[in-house]
């Protein structure tokens, strides 16, 4: 193997290892969401390598149908960089957004969003709806899914399945 795929292997283990971290900073929103009585969904938003903005699911607690994990994020980051641009930012989200989100984050130029669990009802990414592939959008972001995907899954399974009476 030569050192230029050292490098590569190198630089790809830092990245997973920092997307992992930071993962765990959203499921610990997504807690506070569950905790709270809401969808256990949680985001972080990142920029040179510090968290600017935070959030958990809240539309119930908040009577605000808007108030995703991810839209609370956002709205934490750019009142933390007085601005409604956001770019060189990454979102870390336990759940693969919606459309509302997916509209929120090409609309606030995120550069990268790192997902865990697919969403299968309403994911916008992967799952229903291939939305980041679309090509008449203004801005291009690029997406990583999977990250501690099982941990993030079942916080949400989790949820139901108490919410039923199953757990």
Known sequence: MNSEQDKSKL?????SAEHQHWMRQAIQQARAA?????VPVGAVLVAAGKIIGSGYNQPIGSHDPTAHAEIVALR???????NY???ATTLYVTIEPCTMCVGALVH??????????REPRAGAIVSQANLLDEQH????LSYVEGVLAEQCGELVKAFFQAKRGLG
């Open 108 to 117: 606030a130029r995120v550069e990268l969003l790192v997902f865990g669990a």
């Open 85 to 87: 641009r956001l770019p």
């Open 76 to 82: 934490a980051g750019s009142q933390s960089k007085q």
């Open 34 to 38: 569950g905790a709270s009585g809401e």
């Open 11 to 15: 630089q790809a283990a830092k990245t």
């Open 137 to 140: 959008y203004n801005h291009k």
